[in-house]
C-alpha cells in the first residue's frame, strides 16, 4: 500500500529533532551491495577468507552503513525532498550479518540557505556505536506531500 508523506521544511524542522530507525543486516544485503557498488573484496563475501582476519567472518561493507543513514535522512529526517550534501563517517565497529542496527539521526544546527547540519550515529544490538558521523542537508522550504515508491524486489542467482 503506497504511503503519503509530507515533507518538512526549513521553517517547520527544530535543532534536537531526531529520527531513529532499525534495521537487521542480512546475507541478501551484503550481497546486493556488492553487486551494486562493485566491492567484492573477500573479507565481505568469503567466510574462508574472513576466518583468517582479526573479524573471523565476513563483515558488511562500511559504506552499507552509510547508504543506511542516507535511506534514514531520505526517508525520515529530514525526509522526502531533501537533498543530501555532505557527510562525514568514523567507522568504529564491524557490522556483521544478523547485527540489528539503530540509525540515529538528529538535527544539530539550521544553516543560513535552507541547510541544516545532522549528527549521524549508528549503534548495534549491544548499543555499542559502531558509525559516528555529521551531514548536512538542503531542505525544502515548501511543503509537498509525496507517495513513497514501493522497495523493488531484488533477487541473487
Same mark, same amino acid.
Given at each position: 500500500?503506497?504511503?503519503?508523506?509530507?515533507?518538512?521544511?526549513?521553517?517547520?524542522?527544530? /535543532?534536537?529533532?531526531?529520527?531513529?530507525?532499525? &534495521?537487521?543486516?542480512?546475507?541478501?544485503?551484503?550481497?546486493?551491495?556488492?553487486?551494486?557498488?562493485?566491492?567484492?573484496?573477500?573479507?565481505?563475501?568469503?567466510?574462508?577468507?574472513?576466518?583468517?582476519?582479526?573479524?573471523?567472518?565476513?563483515?558488511?561493507?562500511?559504506?552499507?552503513?552509510?547508504?543506511?543513514?542516507?535511506?534514514?535522512?531520505?526517508?525520515?529526517?529530514?525526509?522526502?525532498?531533501?537533498?543530501?550534501?555532505?557527510?562525514?563517517?568514523?567507522?568504529? &565497529?564491524? /557490522?556483521? /550479518?544478523?547485527?540489528?542496527?539503530?540509525?540515529?539521526?538528529?538535527?544539530?544546527?539550521?544553516?543560513?540557505?535552507?541547510?541544516?547540519?545532522?549528527?549521524?550515529?549508528?549503534?548495534?544490538? &549491544?548499543?555499542?556505536?559502531? /558509525?559516528?558521523?555529521?551531514?548536512?542537508?538542503?531542505?525544502?522550504?515548501?511543503?509537498?506531500?509525496?507517495?513513497?515508491?514501493?522497495?523493488?524486489?531484488?533477487?541473487?542467482?
Amino acid at each position: 500500500m503506497p504511503k503519503h508523506v509530507n515533507t518538512i521544511t526549513y521553517n517547520a524542522i527544530e /535543532v534536537g529533532q531526531k529520527a531513529t530507525i532499525e &534495521r537487521v543486516v542480512s546475507d541478501k544485503d551484503i550481497l546486493l551491495f556488492a553487486a551494486v557498488s562493485g566491492d567484492n573484496n573477500p573479507i565481505h563475501l568469503d567466510a574462508n577468507y574472513a576466518a583468517t582476519t582479526q573479524f573471523k567472518q565476513p563483515i558488511a561493507h562500511g559504506m552499507l552503513s552509510g547508504a543506511f543513514i542516507s535511506a534514514a535522512m531520505a526517508c525520515h529526517l529530514p525526509g522526502p525532498g531533501c537533498i543530501y550534501l555532505t557527510q562525514t563517517l568514523e567507522f568504529l &565497529r564491524p /557490522v556483521y /550479518v544478523g547485527d540489528c542496527l539503530r540509525i540515529e539521526i538528529e538535527v544539530l544546527e539550521k544553516l543560513p540557505k535552507n541547510k541544516i547540519r545532522l549528527a549521524t550515529c549508528i549503534y548495534n544490538q &549491544r548499543n555499542k556505536r559502531i /558509525v559516528a558521523g555529521e551531514a548536512t542537508a538542503l531542505i525544502p522550504d515548501e511543503s509537498f506531500s509525496v507517495i513513497m515508491a514501493e522497495l523493488p524486489k531484488a533477487t541473487i542467482n
